[in-house]
């Protein structure tokens, strides 16, 4: 049978309160795991969704809002950016974002046209873009936001480059808007899918997955049964052997 030394107050309080804060953060863990859940259920809904006047959205940082949107103006000519070493399955390429003029408006949008696969020349990794549509049309798209652009090297890539279109391993809205010279609007058009693109559009929202926060939560309600566990072993109380107590 278990038996344990009289705690004093100072180690059942700090046990009780270690256990009880790595519980809440486990809770909360699984409250963001079923969030994003609900995320993902939505942003796969969202193509499907009734289209909004893009202007309805504009202005508000879209962060997980994912409307679908029509836009209407043009493309601005000779200027796109391709962000390198992205990957759709087990192919490596760019995703190709473009500058998007919108009708009576000053500012400019960014468009994700979608991914293409790196070209064959080991000198330059550019893949040839299809031309852009000339003239005014309208885009169907999600209003999303940036991709976090992850670990800046070597300075400001595409400030160097004179050639168009430029590449870089490193891509955010305000690094764009200065090599422009351009207000831009805070969130980004991923354009709806189509089979007859030349681009991959497999879209997903950039987040921590579900399964990780999942993960997260089982760190922390382990961290709680360790804090217990300690506080036993080092409490438990260690019998003397029968026959030393014989004797």
């Not at 705690?7 to 046990?15: C, N």
């Not at 000053?106 to 893949?127: C, K, T, Y």
């Not at 090297?153 to 870089?168: C, E, M, T, V, Y």
């Not at 506080?231 to 107590?245: A, G």
């Amino acid at each position: 049978m278990l038996r344990l030394r009289r705690p004093s107050w100072f180690a059942v309080l700090l046990t009780l309160a270690g256990i009880a804060f790595f519980v809440r953060l486990g809770i909360w863990q699984l409250d963001r795991a079923a969030y994003k859940e609900h995320l993902l259920a939505r942003f796969a809904h969202a193509t499907d969704a009734p289209l909004i006047p893009f202007a309805q959205v504009s202005d508000t940082a879209p962060h997980h809002a994912f409307a679908h949107i029509a836009v209407h103006g043009h493309y601005l000519p000779g200027r796109a950016y391709m962000w390198d070493d992205q990957t759709i399955g087990e192919q490596v390429g760019v995703d190709v974002y473009v500058p998007f003029v919108v009708q009576g408006h000053a500012r400019l949008v960014i468009v994700n046209l979608g991914f293409l696969p790196h070209g064959n020349s080991e000198l330059d990794r550019r893949p040839q873009m299809p031309p852009l549509p000339a003239g005014e049309l309208t885009l169907h798209g999600l209003y999303a936001s940036m991709p976090p652009p992850g670990l800046k090297l070597g300075g400001d890539q595409i400030a160097r480059q004179k050639q168009w279109p430029k590449l870089s391993t490193y891509l955010e809205l305000s690094q764009i808007s200065r090599d422009l010279d351009q207000r831009l609007y805070p969130g980004i058009v991923l354009l709806d899918p189509n089979p007859k693109s030349a681009y991959l559009r497999d879209w997903t929202p950039t987040f921590i997955p579900p399964a990780r926060h999942q993960a997260y939560a089982f760190q922390w309600f382990s961290f709680a049964a360790a804090a217990l566990v300690i506080f036993i072993v080092l409490h438990r109380r260690v019998e003397p052997p029968k026959n030393d107590r014989q004797d």
